[in-house]
Every structure is written in structure tokens, then in C-alpha cells.
């Protein structure tokens, strides 16, 4: 097998260890995405590292949105870190099918053979992605009841009294109970970045107890 063959399917296995058991779904992809756009660059003679540097990006954002759950709360919630996280993990990937594939490769000399040290490059841009998901990440957990609703289902707006005595808005979605079966009810809520608002804020996540002193 050639070389850049055999780094089509080395750097993506390794990449793919990155999800754990996901890796089972997470190589498949890789591979889907990554050869054709690997014969494509090749056709074109985009093989600079920083084409393998863009593509591998590409492939993970691409792949974060092909395997995201269709839930709407799940993406609002989670998309933008999980994003970043498949966008670095496929830039990573496309860097080391670089190495280990194209850089010094008699079957490209098109390809710059000099050590690539404008490579260096990628760290403070790695760093900001880096910093950019832990403030997007970042996930507290709180206990809270319900002290006021409007609306009617499905979605309604909510009113909540965390235990530590700070109220909270929050939104209902895809609820049928009853408002007065919500009313003075215990629940965990969740905080973290939201896409809809633009910013931190609180999400109920599943009522508990059965007495409204509990929390």
C-alpha cells in the first residue's frame, strides 16, 4: 500500500480514538468524508499543510452536524462546543495524515519539502479555540421551583426560585402538563450556554420530589 494510502487510514483511526466507543461511528465518517476530499485536494495539488489543516476542519464540522441529534434543546444547549470539538479533532487528524502521508513524499514534489515552521501557526489559534469551548462549556447544575408560568403549552416562559434564593427565567418546550401540576414544583435545572440567547442561562431538566419544601 502507498504511503499516502496507508496515512488515509492510520491518521483517522487515531483520530477516532478520541471518542472512545464513539470511535465506531467516529472512523466510518472520517473515512466517508476524508477520501474523496483527499482525491479531490490531491487533483487540484492542494496538499500544503495547511490545505490538510483546512480540510481536516472542514470534515469535523461537517461530521459534527451529520451525527448531531435532531432534538432542538440538545443543539441549543450543546451544538457550539460540540462543534469545536470535532472541528479540532478533524484539523488534528488532517495535520498528522499530512505528516505521515504527504510531507517528504517522492509522489508529490510539489510539496514543499523544508520543515513547515509556519505550522506554528496553529497554537494560538488552537489556544483561542480552546479558551472558546471552556467559556462555552462550562455546565452548573442547580435545584429550583416554579413560582410562575405563562403561556400555554407547548412552550411556555417559567419563573423559578433556585435554592439559594435567586429567581430565574427560563422556557418550556414540548411540555403538555398541566400549569397547575407545574406550579410550586421541584426541579433540577441546568446552566450553560444557549445559541437562542446568545449566552448563559438556565434550562429545566426533570422535576423531582413530591413536596415543594424539597428544594
Not at 417559567?158 to 411540555?175: A, E, F, Q
Not at 406550579?183 to 448563559?200: A, D, I, K, P, Y
Amino acid at each position: 500500500m502507498k504511503r499516502d494510502q496507508t496515512a488515509l487510514v492510520i491518521a483517522p483511526a487515531l483520530g477516532s480514538l478520541f471518542f472512545g466507543v464513539g470511535a465506531l461511528v467516529a472512523l466510518p465518517l472520517m473515512l466517508v468524508l476524508g477520501v474523496p476530499l483527499f482525491l479531490l485536494c490531491r487533483r487540484h495539488r492542494w496538499l500544503q499543510w495547511w490545505h490538510a489543516a483546512v480540510g481536516g476542519f472542514f470534515c469535523g464540522t461537517l461530521g459534527s452536524l451529520l451525527i448531531a441529534p435532531t432534538n432542538l434543546a440538545y443543539l441549543d444547549s450543546f451544538g457550539i462546543q460540540n462543534g469545536l470539538n470535532f472541528a479540532g479533532i478533524g484539523t488534528l487528524t488532517g495535520l498528522l495524515f499530512w505528516w505521515l502521508g504527504i510531507f517528504r513524499n517522492d509522489a508529490y514534489p510539489y510539496v514543499s519539502a523544508s520543515v513547515p515552521y509556519t505550522m506554528l501557526l496553529v497554537l494560538p489559534i488552537a489556544l483561542a479555540g480552546f479558551q472558546i469551548h471552556r467559556s462555552f462549556g462550562e455546565v452548573f447544575f442547580a435545584k429550583g421551583r416554579i413560582i410562575a408560568v405563562q403561556g400555554e403549552p407547548p412552550t411556555r416562559q417559567l419563573l423559578v426560585r433556585l435554592s439559594d434564593g435567586t429567581v430565574v427565567h427560563t422556557i418550556l418546550r414540548n411540555d403538555s402538563r398541566p400549569t397547575s401540576v407545574m406550579m410550586n414544583q421541584c426541579w433540577h435545572l441546568m446552566n450553560n450556554w444557549s445559541v437562542s440567547e446568545w449566552g448563559r442561562g438556565y434550562s429545566l431538566m426533570g422535576p423531582f420530589g413530591g413536596g415543594v419544601n424539597e428544594c
